[in-house]
């Protein structure tokens, strides 16, 4: 089993940045992908960012060119670097990892507030 716990979130003015980070224990060999997603305030949940296991990233649409998804060696730590962040940005962030047997992993979330 894999767990994922999430560090980082906070309270940012509009403009600034913050880096979250997601440490994996536990059976961490058999994480395939890593990602981020959020949940703003009365929205569903949408992705921000994903890594595969080879290093290929994706972001959605609202966060590129601003946000950065990273990966270290081992593979069990995922950093999102968010810049030039906005009020848009305020929502619960979640990391996620995908496994070798088809699960579907999740940290227990991290506020991120953009606030001046």
């Known amino acids: 089993q894999v767990n994922l716990v999430e560090s980082g979130g906070g309270l940012v003015q509009p403009g600034g940045s913050l880096r979250l980070s997601c440490a994996a224990s536990?059976?961490?060999?058999?994480?395939?992908?890593m990602g981020w997603y959020r949940q703003p305030p009365g929205r569903q949940r949408e992705l921000v960012a994903l890594?595969?296991?080879?290093?290929?990233?994706g972001y959605g649409d609202s966060v590129k060119g601003r946000f950065t998804i990273s990966r270290d060696n081992g593979k069990t730590t995922v950093d999102l670097q968010m810049n030039n962040v906005s009020h848009e940005d305020t929502a619960v962030y979640y990391c996620?990892?995908?496994?070798?047997?088809?699960?579907?992993?999740w940290g227990q979330g991290t506020q991120v507030t953009v606030s001046s």
């Open positions: 536990g059976n961490t060999f058999t994480i395939n992908t």
């Open positions: 996620n990892a995908d496994t070798w047997y088809s699960e579907e992993i």
């Open positions: 890594i595969t296991s080879e290093g290929t990233t």
